[in-house]
């Protein structure tokens, strides 16, 4: 089977900035942190962490209450970002309906704070008398997809992957399968999460949270500092407007960046724990796919949450695979760790590092952790002639993703 | 309780719910083609009455007949009249 080329006109992205690419970007740039302090967190028992990265509050109001009714924030921060892609890549409403267009849009779980706010109704009095008709729709698995296509008039496929921090990264891996196979022409990809206590206290029972900057948030999360001391929640969500190459120039749209390689795979040695060799795996079997060499690789955006484990085993890989020449960085830094958004939202802020031939550095990188790999750190904006680069994710539960976007070229 | 400020009553937790254009809220305005609610809401407009005014009305048959917010009015003043007789 022939299968065609993928490429990406359209991108939008709801981060703790808030909504826009612009915003997301002019952050980065600047060295800015979105880690807050979260006062909500500091009277929970159990709960030694105190700081998140949150989504200022946005105007949802232009989208109609008939759709509105049934999203939590993390449909709402898709459904944006999904109409700021759109729009960027010159898409209306007639676009949407005709079939040729489908969603590849994951979230970690349903919208956990509807389910908390459930919860705490029902045991009141143990009664489901006051269960609104529309929480299941905002606890579904697919429900960032499901609002999406309902609000966007969108009829193609949908496809809901869910891998927690890959899920971003699968969909739109998935995404660019669905088009290079033919099956549509466009596909709005990415993910979408939101922050809620509980997804903080999962990744402190487990030791895997920032605790010690709570009086400095900024600071954290500290992606391969020696001083890191965990990840640090975040929320948002970006979504890639990916389509065919046929499409793109028969439309006469702007083409951003172009899908080459795509690799997901799992890794069973360990529920929890990250190993070097799958990661390295994985990025290899996505470097394979784009029909590459390793050398041509010229920057690798890293998964790298600040985790002790996570960080060390991804560096050790990509030593493997790339040497110690290329050039890494972790956006968390600066967004914390977006869960289910951050394969897609990072990919955005990766896309714009190619266009803009600049690389965003890690934030709070100061004194690399000597039981990292040695590699070529971005600690400071720096100018570069990248052309083809690698997005990892990996995920608890024993999921790698790795994605190979490149300059654009006609050819 | 007058049948006013019943209605009044009503208006304001629908309006709310539903995000209801107060001017819209006339007697004769029809639940489905003019305030566009549709099935889903009509589970909520249950638990948006029940909480308003303390009683219990999913099982009602009377609830499916509904098709104005006068409708509404009615079987609320009617069921409140009802609850007032019994106790």
Redesign the interface.
């Known amino acids: 089977m022939q299968l065609r080329r993928v490429v990406i006109t359209g991108m939008g992205a709801v981060s703790p900035f808030g909504r826009g690419t612009a915003l997301l970007m002019s952050a980065l740039e600047e060295g800015r942190s979105g880690v807050r302090h979260v006062s909500e967190l500091e009277a929970m028992k159990g709960m030694r962490t105190q700081v998140a990265a949150t989504v200022p509050e946005l105007d949802s109001l232009p989208i109609p ?2 759709f509105r ?1 049934s999203m939590s924030p993390m449909s709402i921060f898709a459904t944006l970002a999904c109409q700021d892609a759109l729009r960027q890549a010159g898409l209306g409403a007639d676009d949407c309906a005709t079939g040729n267009l489908g969603v590849s849009i994951g979230s970690t779980v349903g919208s956990p704070n509807a389910f908390y706010a459930a919860m705490e109704d029902f045991f009141v009095d143990r009664s489901f ?6 929480f299941f729709l905002q606890i579904m698995s697919h429900s960032c997809a499901a609002n999406v296509a309902q609000t966007l008039g969108i009829n193609g496929r949908i496809l809901a992957p869910s891998a927690a921090c890959a899920t971003g990264s699968q969909a739109i891996g998935y995404g660019y399968e669905t088009i290079a196979m033919g099956k549509q022409q466009q596909m709005l990809c990415g993910g979408a999460d939101e922050f809620h206590p509980m997804t903080a206290a999962v990744f402190d029972i487990i030791n895997a949270i920032s605790t010690g900057y709570n009086d400095r948030p900024t600071e954290t999360p500290r992606p391969f500092d020696r001083d890191r001391d965990g990840l640090v929640c975040g929320e948002g969500s970006g979504v890639l407007l990916l389509e065919s190459l046929d499409s793109a120039r028969r439309r006469g749209a702007a083409i951003l960046g172009e899908v080459i390689g795509f690799a997901t795979l799992a890794d069973p040695t360990n529920i929890a724990n990250p190993n070097t060799e799958a990661m390295e795996k994985c990025m290899r079997k996505a470097v394979e796919d784009a029909g590459l060499e390793p050398d041509r690789i010229s920057y690798v955006n890293a998964h790298a949450t600040a985790t002790e484990q996570g960080d060390r085993a991804e560096s050790h890989a990509i030593h493997r695979l790339f040497g110690s020449e290329i050039p890494v960085s972790s956006l968390k830094g600066h967004l914390g760790h977006t869960m289910a958004a951050s394969g897609a939202l990072e990919l955005v802020a990766t896309v714009e590092m190619l266009a803009r031939k600049r690389l965003i550095p890690t934030l709070n990188l100061k004194n690399v952790d000597p039981r990292c790999a040695p590699l070529n750190y971005v600690t400071s904006v720096r100018n570069a002639c990248i052309d083809t680069v690698i997005k990892n994710n990996f995920a608890l539960g024993g999921v790698n993703s790795s994605i190979v976007v490149r300059r654009y070229q006609d050819d | 309780m007058t049948e006013q400020e019943i209605i009044d009553r009503i208006n304001s937790s629908l309006a709310e719910e539903f995000e209801l254009d107060p001017e819209a809220m006339r007697p004769e305005a029809g639940i489905y083609e003019e305030l566009e609610l549709d099935s889903l809401d009509m589970v909520d407009m249950v638990i948006v009455l029940e909480n308003a005014f303390g009683f219990k009305i999913r099982e009602e048959q009377a609830i499916r007949e509904i098709r104005t917010l006068g409708d509404i009015h009615r079987f609320v003043i009617e069921k409140k009249a009802a609850l007032a007789t019994a106790s």
Do not use: M
Not at chain 1, 129 to 134: H, I, N, Q
């Open positions: 209450r008939k009714r008398e006051r269960l609104k008709s529309t």
